[in-house]
């Protein structure tokens, strides 16, 4: 995966972010179940495509292979201290 499809993704999953966040605002009763862990897999996705588009630029700016970047688990990325 390249960068330009990796923020192409970036930008979809922020597209379906917003208009789950959008519905539960408008109904104020906040969200269901099923909405819910949407919005989290859909966290979990974007922790994961931004983790590889910036491993993948460190990699190109050490003059590394970007491409030998993979997509880390959720496992991983989610323990990540900021």
Not at 29 to 48: F, I, V
Request: proline content about 2%; overall charge negative.
């Amino acid at each position: 995966m390249d960068d330009k499809t990796i923020l192409s993704r970036i930008s979809e999953l922020v597209d379906e972010e917003h208009r789950l966040r959008s519905a539960a605002q408008e109904h104020e009763a906040g969200t269901d179940d099923e909405a819910k862990e949407r919005l989290r897999a859909l966290e979990e996705s974007l922790d994961q495509c931004w983790d590889l588009l910036r491993r993948r630029r460190a990699a190109r700016q050490a003059h590394g292979d970007p491409d030998a970047q993979g997509q880390r688990p959720v496992t991983e990325v989610e323990r990540y201290l900021q």
